[in-house]
């Protein structure tokens, strides 16, 4: 089992929808979650982390952490061409000296 | 932008060719990661390092793959005999000593190595 799922998609969206992106986790020790986004032929950019359980907005982004089901969401509000992209959860047990592990990435893309 | 940069950002290689990833992190940042994203595949931890030591190298291949961070300079990816499998996109990331945010990691723009 790996130690972090994720639907590789594609996700095909209509310009302003509302989008939802999951993975699912295994191992409870995890504490930190974190949504990067990965242009094509890019480095991945960090989104957004959050800590333990509980929701978390940055403009029409809002990451959600469930750690009773071990489960990862982000959603994206008004969706917009500019956010095709994949998007790739990741995850880490604690602050400096543990690695990140990531999800195997979903590829949005938002149709004008 | 004072990023994460690495370099060079394209390499072709014949097999049983070296190959060199250089890497040079946020400044400040004193944690360095290489990780290797093969095509429609996730991203693979290979190593971390931070200066002069190797912290977790779980990810590395036991043969032919070394890294290096040292005092001065860039952190180095070291490929050896590379194989027609080695070809594959390998960021590198930083992160702060004392990170506030968690173990979030910023990552350079990648070095594609192309073997033929």
């Known amino acids: 089992q790996k130690e972090v799922e994720q639907d590789p998609g594609p996700l095909s969206v209509p310009e302003g929808a509302i989008v939802s992106l999951n993975c699912t986790y295994s191992?409870?020790?995890?504490?930190?979650f974190m949504w990067y986004r990965q242009y094509s032929r890019k480095g991945p950019e960090l989104l957004m982390y959050?800590?333990?359980?509980g929701n978390k907005e940055d403009g029409r982004f809002t990451a959600q952490v469930d750690k009773s089901s071990k489960y990862i969401s982000l959603f994206i509000r008004d969706s917009q061409p500019s956010d095709s992209a994949t998007y790739l959860c990741?995850?880490?047990?604690?602050?400096?000296?543990?690695?990140?592990?990531f999800g195997a990435g979903t590829r949005l893309f938002v149709k004008a | 932008n004072a990023g994460v940069m690495q370099n060079p950002r394209h390499l072709v290689r014949r097999r049983g060719q070296e190959a060199r990833l250089r890497c040079s992190p946020v400044?400040?940042?004193?944690?360095v990661y290489w990780y290797r994203q093969l095509p429609e595949e996730g991203l693979k931890f290979m190593v971390y390092?931070?200066?002069?030591?190797?912290?977790?190298e779980s990810g590395m291949p036991k043969e032919r793959f070394s890294a290096e961070f040292p005092k001065e300079g860039p952190s180095i990816l070291r490929i050896q005999q590379v194989v027609r499998g080695d070809s594959a996109a390998y960021f590198c990331?930083?992160?702060?000593?004392?990170?506030?945010?968690?173990?979030?990691?910023?990552f350079g723009e990648g070095s594609w190595l192309t073997v033929v």
């Open positions: 990741a995850t880490s047990r604690n602050t400096g000296g543990f690695k990140t592990i």
């Open positions: 191992n409870s020790a995890f504490q930190y």
């Open positions: 959050t800590y333990s359980s």
């Open positions: 400044k400040g940042h004193s944690h």
């Open positions: 390092l931070q200066k002069e030591n190797i912290i977790d």
């Open positions: 990331a930083s992160s702060p000593r004392d990170s506030i945010s968690g173990n979030t990691i910023y």
